[in-house]
Nanobody, 121 residues
Framework: QVQLVESGGDLVQPGGSLRLSCVAS????????MGWYRQAPGKQRELVAT???????LYADSVKGRFTISRDNAKNTVYLQMNSLKPEDTAVYYC???????????????WGQGTQVTVSS
């Protein structure tokens, strides 16, 4: 079983930036597709971004141009760089891992515990 631990969530003002990190256990990290989801109070968990084992990326329209997903296989870590943050970005952010992008998108992969991001004045 893959264990995922997110960090980096914080309170930030609109227009600010944060970088989230997710560290995965195990020695096969480079084989996995990775993703970030977020869930705001009273809303469904929604896909934010994915990155394949070949570094192909996909973004939700709501974050395109502002967020960047990346990975460092030597550190078993996936990142989400978030710039130009808006109040509507406020949510618990979760990382997920699976052996295919399809499994990421169907929410059937492994999950971390989440990290809180709050964008507010």
């Amino acid at each position: 079983q893959v264990q995922l631990v997110e960090s980096g969530g914080d309170l930030v003002q609109p227009g600010g930036s944060l970088r989230l990190s997710c560290v995965a256990s195990g020695s096969i990290f480079s084989r996995y597709a990775m993703g970030w989801y977020r869930q705001a109070p009273g809303k469904q968990r929604e896909l934010v971004a994915t990155i394949s084992s070949g570094d192909i990326t996909l973004y939700a329209d709501s974050v395109k141009g502002r967020f960047t997903i990346s990975r460092d296989n030597a550190k078993n870590t996936v990142y989400l760089q978030m710039n130009s943050l808006k109040p509507e970005d406020t949510a618990v952010y979760y990382c997920t891992a699976a052996l295919s992008i399809l499994t990421i998108m169907t929410r059937n992969g492994y999950w971390g515990q989440g990290t809180q991001v709050t964008v507010s004045s």
